[in-house]
């Protein structure tokens, strides 16, 4: 079963727009991690936030982690083109901390 | 670096063939994981590794079997193919445990069972 849930499905803006896709999950972690997939090929690994930590930023990427409420959210500001891909949170927690498990993603079209 | 390599990309099996997926990694990595994705369910854990000679059973590791007899190889193997198993496999990597690591992804491999 999928320990973190992304909200929304899929997400349709218009470039230079911003883009909050968020993750909710249900046991303790010790980090969440945020990974892009670009349609067709494998995940590339984006931004890590450790259990301790509230907010994190990347570039154009901000990610913060409420622990209490067990949800995180990943915010993509001043969107592109090139940001269409399918967005996807990870938690570790749930295999003795030594795996990732992954939510169903957020499929993120970014209009020109 | 090639990072992670999957071998073949692409394969069709009638029901009941048999077939190995190869995951080769050049990072030195010791953690090692096979993954299936499909549409509407995102990635879920196959089996896994922590370590050359190590193998463990993730979420759907039913019809699967893995091999690490190499630190760099990390196989996963279908006895006899069943339609279910119709899917994108991915493999990937972490220098160790997630709890402080990142993975690394290879392209993944299609895989139709007819």
């Known amino acids: 079963s999928q320990q973190g849930e992304e909200d929304p499905q899929a997400l349709s803006i218009q470039e230079g727009e911003n883009a909050t896709m968020n993750c909710s999950y249900k046991t303790s972690i010790n980090n969440l991690q945020w990974y892009r997939q670009n349609s067709g090929r494998g995940l590339v690994h984006l931004i890590l936030i450790r259990s301790n930590e509230r907010e994190k930023h990347s570039g154009r990427l901000r990610v913060t982690l409420d622990t209490s409420k067990k949800s995180s959210s990943l915010l993509i500001t001043a969107s592109r083109a090139a940001d269409t891909a399918s967005y996807f949170c990870?938690?570790?927690?749930?295999?003795?901390?030594?795996?990732?498990?992954f939510g169903k993603g957020t499929m993120l079209l970014v209009s020109p | 670096n090639a990072g992670v390599t999957q071998t073949p990309k692409f394969r069709v099996l009638k029901t009941g063939q048999s077939m190995t997926l190869l995951c080769a990694q050049d990072?030195?990595?010791?953690?090692m994981y096979w993954y299936r994705q499909d549409p509407g369910m995102g990635l879920r854990l196959i089996h896994y590794?922590?370590?050359?000679?190590?193998?463990a059973k993730g979420e759907v590791p039913d019809g699967y079997n893995v091999s690490r007899l190499k630190k760099q190889n990390f196989l996963l193997g279908l006895e006899s193919a069943a339609p279910s198993q119709t899917s994108v496999y991915f493999c990937?990597?972490?220098?160790?445990?997630?709890?402080?690591?990142?993975?690394?992804f290879g392209a993944g491999s299609r895989l139709t069972v007819l």
């Open positions: 590794s922590v370590g050359e000679g190590t193998t």
């Open positions: 990870a938690t570790d927690g749930t295999g003795g901390y030594s795996t990732l498990t």
């Open positions: 990937a990597s972490s220098l160790g445990a997630v709890g402080a690591n990142v993975l690394t």
């Open positions: 990072m030195n990595h010791e953690y």
